[in-house]
């Protein structure tokens, strides 16, 4: 059996602040740490229940943020950037299930560093008019290769959010959300603890986990940009159509597509910085 796990820090216990999210400095060192504890455990429990095979992505930032050397031996791990599938690389038909380790709530939610891919540039992004987040969209693309999600971790708001795109998938709530940057967390030991139990149930009955239903297709994607300059800039590919001051919408014809034009969107921003 071969597992896909696919790591963030936003929902990580003990993570609250963007500083912690940032290349550069103490607090985000410390982050880090914590981030690769929390994929160790999902990797020691992919294993408890039955995996032959682990794979991970490191899919917060820059993507090279877990600390390669401590990582668990027995697994494999994605870093660096630019790559098509971004936070969802790896996925393959061969791979059984997709874990979402320490992801948190959608652009527009109310969980802790609640955002959607890069929160310079979206202020919400919308499939067939759904406001989504990563693990959406992510879990989308992943469907399309037929693999399933079958656990995540983060917050109450992320698993409010998404509890119902993937009904079958099981949950490990680290933090509960007091406000974009404030909640009551785990200790990095417990957290750990139960991301190694509910990882080791998710994979021992991922046989029984069927496939998160897709968006009806073609997708249409609206994306509401933080600024009308930001619109602005997304409105120079041909295929956008503006809405008003700060929205703006593209069909997709899959949900690769349309992660990946959102992904470029996202790398374009850089240019308004």
């Not at 600390?67 to 061969?94: C, F, K, N």
């Not at 874990?99 to 802790?112: E, P, T, V």
Request: with cysteine; aromatic share 6%.
């Amino acid at each position: 059996m071969n597992i896909l796990i696919s790591v963030d820090i936003e929902g990580v216990a003990g993570v609250y602040h963007p500083e912690q999210t940032r290349f550069g400095n103490l607090e985000y060192e410390q982050a880090r740490r914590l981030m690769t504890a929390e994929a160790n455990a999902a990797i020691a429990g992919a294993y408890d229940g039955g995996a032959r095979q682990v794979l991970i992505n490191d899919s917060h930032g820059r993507f090279r943020n877990m600390l390669a050397g401590e990582l668990d031996a027995r697994a494999q791990v994605i870093q660096g950037r630019p790559r098509v599938l971004s936070m969802a690389q790896g996925v393959t038909p061969g791979v059984q299930g997709l874990c979402l380790i320490g992801y948190h709530s959608r652009a527009g939610g109310r969980g802790i560093l609640a955002h959607t891919i890069n929160s310079f540039a979206f202020a919400e992004v919308l499939l067939n008019g759904v406001p989504v987040g990563e693990a959406a969209i992510y879990g989308a693309v992943a469907g399309e290769y037929g693999v399933p999600v079958i656990m995540g971790s983060g917050d109450d708001v992320f698993i409010e959010e998404n509890k119902a795109l993937f009904p079958d998938a099981l949950f490990a709530q680290t933090k509960q959300a007091l406000g974009q940057n404030s909640g009551v967390s785990l200790s990095p030991q417990a957290s750990c603890e139960l991301i190694r139990a509910t990882a080791s149930a998710a994979v021992s009955g991922s046989q029984a986990i069927k496939v998160c239903a897709a968006f009806q297709k073609p997708i249409t994607v609206t994306v509401r940009a933080t600024s009308s300059a930001m619109a602005d800039l997304f409105c120079g590919w041909p295929t956008f159509r503006r809405l008003d001051a700060t929205q703006v919408a593209y069909e997709a014809q899959t949900a690769e597509v349309a992660m990946r034009i959102l992904n470029c969107c996202s790398a374009m921003s850089a240019s308004l910085r």
